[in-house]
Nanobody, 115 residues
Framework: VQLQASGGGLVQAGGSLRLSCAAS????????MGWYRQAPGKQREVVAL????????DYADSVKGRFYFSTDGAKNTVYLKMNRLKPEDTAVYYCNALQNSRDYWGQGTLVTVSS
């Protein structure tokens, strides 16, 4: 399984970005897909998780109401739409997929939010 994340960049506070994660196989073969982030000097943290079984997303409190997870099964791609970005959202964002208790990670895409 390969995951290719893209869409990061430099944006001003209050702006928006959409991250994409393209999978090498059907996203419906996964149990859970998610986005994580790691800021400089900090541990990796979960941003959003999406159960492929229930179709329900869960978000970290810090991004609720600003970030939205979506899927496109035809493109084997999941997205993270990030609105009202804050400087504290600056991090490398990683796509993750859980399949039969095995974790897969994308390579990460850098999001930098300037104040």
């Amino acid at each position: 399984v390969q995951l290719q994340a893209s869409g990061g960049g430099l944006v001003q506070a209050g702006g928006s970005l959409r991250l994409s994660c393209a999978a090498s196989e059907s996203i419906f073969s996964f149990n859970v897909m998610g986005w994580y982030r790691q800021a400089p000097g900090k541990q990796r943290e979960v941003v959003a998780l999406f159960s492929m079984d229930s179709g329900r997303p869960d978000y970290a409190d810090s991004v609720k109401g600003r970030f939205y997870f979506s899927t496109d099964g035809a493109k084997n791609t999941v997205y993270l739409k990030m609105n009202r970005l804050k400087p504290e959202d600056t991090a490398v964002y990683y796509c993750n997929a859980l399949q039969n208790s095995r974790d897969y990670w994308g390579q990460g895409t850098l999001v930098t939010v300037s104040s």
